[in-house]
């Protein structure tokens, strides 16, 4: 599921210019089941199959390196925000486990995971998605990841606030036109609108994320 993504467009582009590595690993290598099991029941009963131990710390123990920050990606994690993507793009190695099944054993998670992120108050039907997710959101923070850095500057949720609207040609398309202050080449002008636009959205769609400090 992840080996077409991650060798695709901008995380593609920096695996071949030696700025990322990624390293994907199917935790079944690591089973000594005749079957190669890697779930089992939940002891006390219940619905489901939970991820034995055996098979994920053998697979942990291998990859793992010395200080590096070992990620259970779960829906009752910490959520993922760009502050904690930004610090995460500092470390060296991550080791990011995705959850399949019900979850996974807890001794697991009481040993093994340094941190346990969510990308968002939804359950999906594994954890190799957000996984996905966290990659993509980590990576863009790494220098030279991005063709132009200060695209990071713009972007929704960083500084608190949503991105401003964006227009390229033609000026006028269909009857709509492209709001005149961004024709008039007067950058200081151009900022303040682009600050007030991202202020407004930001009332109106998620007036939770505001932060008066910031604005």
């Known amino acids: 599921m992840l080996d077409g993504f991650l060798s695709e467009s901008m995380l593609g582009r920096a695996q071949k210019s030696g700025i990322l590595e990624f390293g994907v690993h199917d935790i079944r290598k690591w089973a000594t089941s005749k079957h190669k099991n890697v779930d089992d029941r939940p002891f006390g009963g219940g619905p489901g199959m939970l991820m034995m131990p055996e098979p994920v710390f053998a697979a942990i123990e291998a990859v793992q390196t010395e200080g590096c920050t070992r990620i259970y990606m779960c829906p009752d994690g910490e959520k993922l925000s760009p502050k904690m993507a930004a610090e995460l793009a500092k470390k060296r190695h991550l080791v990011i486990l995705s959850g399949h099944y019900e979850g996974i054993d807890q001794r697991i998670r009481d040993t093994l995971i340094d941190m346990e992120v969510s990308i968002g108050d939804y359950v999906l039907t594994n954890g190799t998605l957000p996984a996905a997710v966290l990659a993509d959101c980590v ?51 151009i900022e303040r609108w682009r600050r007030q636009q991202q202020i407004e959205k930001t009332r109106v769609r998620r007036s939770d994320i505001m932060e008066k400090k910031d604005i």
Do not use: C, I, K
């Not at 606030?161 to 002008?189: C, D, I, K, W």
């Open 139 to 189: 990576s863009r923070y790494v220098p030279g990841v991005l063709g132009e850095e200060n695209s990071l500057t713009s972007d929704s949720f960083n500084g608190n606030l949503l991105s401003f609207p964006q227009y390229t040609r033609p000026q006028n398309f269909r009857g709509m036109e492209v709001p005149e202050v961004l024709m008039s080449g007067n950058h200081a002008e």
